[in-house]
């Protein structure tokens, strides 16, 4: 069966800390994977990924693929209260845009 | 350039009702997926349309419908409604043909069953 894991389910930190979240993922042939950021309702797009090694960078934020292991995991460096968010991690099935997603991570950054 | 746009964005309904939501994608995508959200499930695929036909189809029962018009505007349905299908629901387009999971989700459409 298809799947995706996050972990963890839930983090808070405080200001300037750094954080790692993970996801793992089982699925017949493997496109691509997905990072979104949810706030408040509507997920946004952050990075796509179908390279093993290529880190995926976009200010505080990076991504990185290892398709032998089947994970990935996005960082953020020196976090802010703005990133308090829901991270979701998502794997596109068969053909089109049909994707599986994890459970997420819910970041709390505390001032 | 205008987003993906869901109407309506909150509605209330009683069980064995039926609802219709509404969704316009992004101009120029003709790719359109719809998603339930809940608490306990997270985000679950319900179904994708691309140029007016399904692509791609989730695991929910056939009270769940949906179309797609020539504009690529998209509707979902439930029918004779039950208490668990309660959740947000969104809906995504995508530029991409082929499809490569990118999408660009609309703010939601809230429903509450009672």
């Known amino acids: 069966e298809d799947k995706v894991v996050q972990s963890p389910l839930s983090l808070v930190v405080h200001e300037g800390d750094t954080v790692t979240l993970n996801c793992s993922y089982e699925v017949t042939n493997f496109r691509s994977l997905l990072w979104y950021k949810q706030e408040k309702k509507a997920p946004t797009f952050l990075f796509m990924l179908t390279s093993s090694g290529i880190e995926k960078k976009s200010g505080r934020l990076s991504s990185i693929l290892d398709k032998k292991e089947l994970f990935s995991i996005l960082n953020i460096t020196a976090t802010q209260t703005g990133d308090s968010a829901i991270y979701l991690c998502?794997?596109?099935?068969?053909?089109?845009?049909?994707?599986?997603f994890g459970a997420g991570t819910i970041l709390r950054v505390k001032s | 350039k205008a987003g993906v746009t869901q109407t309506p964005r909150y509605l209330i309904k009683t069980r064995g009702q039926q609802v219709t939501l509404s969704c316009s994608p992004i101009?120029?995508?003709?790719?359109v997926s719809w998603y339930q959200q809940t608490p306990g499930q997270g985000l679950q695929f319900l179904f994708e349309y691309f140029s007016e036909t399904q692509r791609n189809k989730g695991n929910f029962p056939g009270r769940f419908s949906g179309r797609q018009f020539s504009n690529s505007r998209s509707e979902m349905n439930v029918s004779t409604l039950e208490l668990g299908d309660s959740a947000l629901y969104l809906c995504?387009?995508?530029?991409?043909?082929?499809?490569?999971?990118?999408?660009?989700f609309g703010e939601g459409s809230r429903l509450t069953v009672l």
């Open positions: 101009s120029g995508h003709r790719s």
């Open positions: 995504a387009s995508s530029l991409n043909t082929i499809g490569t999971g990118e999408l660009f």
């Open positions: 998502a794997v596109p099935l068969e053909y089109g845009n049909k994707l599986v």
